[in-house]
Structure formats: C-alpha cells, structure tokens
C-alpha cells in the first residue's frame, strides 16, 4: 500500500532527501563557477593589451631605424666629402676642414671626422679640432660588419664617454695607400627623438587600451543582457510573481528560453497528473474500506472487531501516504507563491463558523506584506490543522501570529514563522513528542484521524521548514511554523 502511494513522488524524484540535499548550499568553490561577464572581459582586456605592447614595440623599433637612416644619411653626406679629398690627393694638401659645420671645430662637440692611413704601423690619424687630441675608435675593431656597399654603421663609444653613432669606409689608393675613413656623432639627437616618440606612443596607446577596456565593458554588459533577464525572470518565478519566461529574446538565446519554459510546463503538468492520480487512488481505496467497515459493524463478535480495527488503521495509513503523495507532487513545482494574511482570515472566519457554539474568541495578528514561497493550499493544509487543533482544545481563545522569521545567515533562505496558541489544557513534554507521531491520538473522545500534526510536520519538512511543539503563555499548546517566504 505505501509503496505505491509514494509513487508518485518517487517518479517525480522528489523524496524528502532529494529536496533537502537540493535545499543545502554548495560547497564553497564549487557554488559558482568563474564569471562569464569577467571571463570575456579579461580575455578581451588580455588580447587588447597583447595587440598594443606589441604593435607599440614594432612601431618604435621601426621609428628608431627611421631615425638612425635619416641620421645616417647626414653623416655619408660628410662621408663622402672626405672619402674625394683623399681620393683626389687633395687630402694632402689642405685640411678638409670643417665642410661648414662649425661643430667640428669646437672641441668635444660631439661631431668628429678622422682619416687613418691604416698601411703603415703605427696607423697615422689626422682628424678635426673637435677631436682635441683624442680618436675615434675603428668600427671594425668593436665588431660592426660592413654594409654591401663597404660602409659600416653602429655605435661606439667616442671621446669624454659619448655614445656616438658612426659611419665608417676603408678605402684603398693602391701606391698612395689605404684609409680608414670615419664620421660621428653624439647619439643624444637620435635618443631624444626616439625618446619623445615612445613618450607619445605611450601615452596615445593607453588612452587607446582604456576606450578599448570601456568598450568591452559595455560590450560584454550589452551582450550579456538577456542573460541577466533570464535570471531575474527565473527569481521571479521562485518567488511566484510570475509562472514562465517571457519577452523577446535574441537568437542565441531564444532556444534555451523556450526550452525553460518548456520544462516548467512540463513540470506543471506532471504535477497535475500526480495529484489526478492520487485522487483516483483514493477514491479506489476508500470505497472497499469502507464496505469492509460497514460488514464488519453487522455483528459484534470478535473476528468481526479484529476486522474493524484492522480497517481502521488500514485507513489512517491510507489518508497518510495518500497524502504525503500529494503533498509532494504539491511541493514539486517551484514558482508558486501565496499571500499569507488572506489564507489566515479565511481559516480564522472558516473555523469561528465550524465552532460558532463555543464561543471561542479568535486573534489574528498578520503583516500584509508576507507571502509563502509554495502552494495556497498547502499553506491553509498546514495552518488549517493548526488552528483546527487549535480549536478542539481551546477553552475559549486562539490567538494566531504570522511574521517574519528575522534576518536570515547568509546563504540561507527567508523565512516567516506562523505561532497558533491556545488555552486549553497543553501538552507535556513526552504528550507533545507523542502527538507528532502520525495516526497517535491522546483522546479518542475527539473527531479526527489523528494524522493532523503528522501531516503538518511531513509538509513543513518538504518546504524546508519545521513545525515545533510548546507549552502556550496563556496555559496550552504552542504550535510554532516556521516555513520559506517569497
């Protein structure tokens, strides 16, 4: 018989483990995985800043050459100049002088030019003024190759410690002997230059990096949007303001929207088909018991009593599993949400006009603001037995109180909790541990199955919340609900 009233929840995957292994939180590190939104953007911030470190490096490299041409081309001009007067014997006969640069007169000025006559030993060198009595070293001996057409051009380091860029070419007279022939330079006209330009590519390439990391920023924002729509509208959903997704979503996104809603219709419907089913087997159950009942009350003999005791009980399991099945089917769909204030008042009016001849007083204490994250129907099931309970003990007043459970830890869900006292006799410790036990009745005198709590508390545990048992202010029991708020 139980099994198969549990099998509608078993088929849906709903047992009370499955949901309170859904209802823990996640390990910390497995709760979320990395940020798409962060992941695009620093992948996008990474590729953007690759793209500009290495086309800032190649546009400087190729500007430092373009200024060592442009240099190199100002001192071949001075170059050849002195490589014709040594090749037209003129060198000889008059000092080349200073080919209407002064700066090779002023000494030490950073421009120099120096003849060598390399076929004798020791080297003769004749050079400018600005030299001083100093020399400029050969590029041949400091290892710079030469051009394809006999130049060589590098750096070297000159007189006083300049770095000097140089340009240098040997030349052979045969009988009037070979030369080396030699101009440089101080190099700090093309450092600066380079220099100035790194600065400006520099500051040009990050105001570039940060529109390109602000444009991303937008970019990924924009782009993931309809993302954060879904999940507003599936929060929505939880929370019952609303039962599937809607609006226009983009192509790539459409296709798991519909199959979102999908799922929830599905699930939906499924849920109505359990509790269809749970009816039929109700109706298919309750009608032989009931004709076993009603034989056996024709005689009085023992086998006779033995019948109806096993039929009672035979019941009671029946409304119990039947209806744990139902209230799981109940609790399988998320997205159901119901106001709080409204189930009571109706209870309250409902259960004043059910005892109207006691004259029981009624206290009802509700936010208008409070909303259970679940079925109307199961919430009036719970508090229904509650405050039914409630009544039979009363002596003449039930007070009930709806609020919010305070802040929750975090993590965790909100709560509200739903107290019904009254003044009736109460319960003790074990009577109140006693009653919670399903089919367990401390008077026989009073109607009922004996299934009321038992049912609240399996109800309660399937939402996430609990149901306590206490003893009362005004002298009876306190029952306290404590169930998840939408």
Known sequence: MSADADLAPAALGLSREGRAAAEKPAPEGSRHGASVAARLFVSAALWAGAVLLIG??????????????????RLHVYLKTLVGAVADGA???KDPGSFGEPRFDLPLSGWYWQITRIDRDPPEATTSKSLFEEQLPRLADVGVPETIVGTREGY????DGQRLRMVERTID???????AIAIGAAAGEIDRDVSDFNAALLVSFLALFAGLIATTWFQVGFGLRPLRR????LADI???RRSRLGGAFPREIAPLAGELNALLDSNREIVERARTHVGNLAHGLKTPLSVIANEANVSADPFAEKVREQAQIMRRQVDHHLERARL???????????EVRPALEALARTMEKVYRGRDIAVELACGDDLRFRGEKQDLEEMVGNLVDNAFKWAGGRVAIVAETAGKPAAGARETFRVVVDDDGPGLGADEREEVMRRGRRLDETKPGSGLGLAIVNDLAAMYGGRLALDRSPTGGLRCQLELPAA
């Open 56 to 73: 800032g490096v190649t546009l400087s490299s190729y500007y430092t050459r373009s200024v060592e041409r442009g240099f190199d081309q």
């Open 91 to 93: 060198f000889g006969r």
């Open 156 to 159: 070297a380091k000159g007189p």
């Open 173 to 179: 007279l045969g009988q009037d002997g070979r030369y």
């Open 230 to 233: 879904i999940r507003a509208q």
């Open 238 to 240: 939880r929370a019952g």
């Open 328 to 338: 799981s089917a109940g609790v399988a769909f998320a997205g159901e949400a119901a």
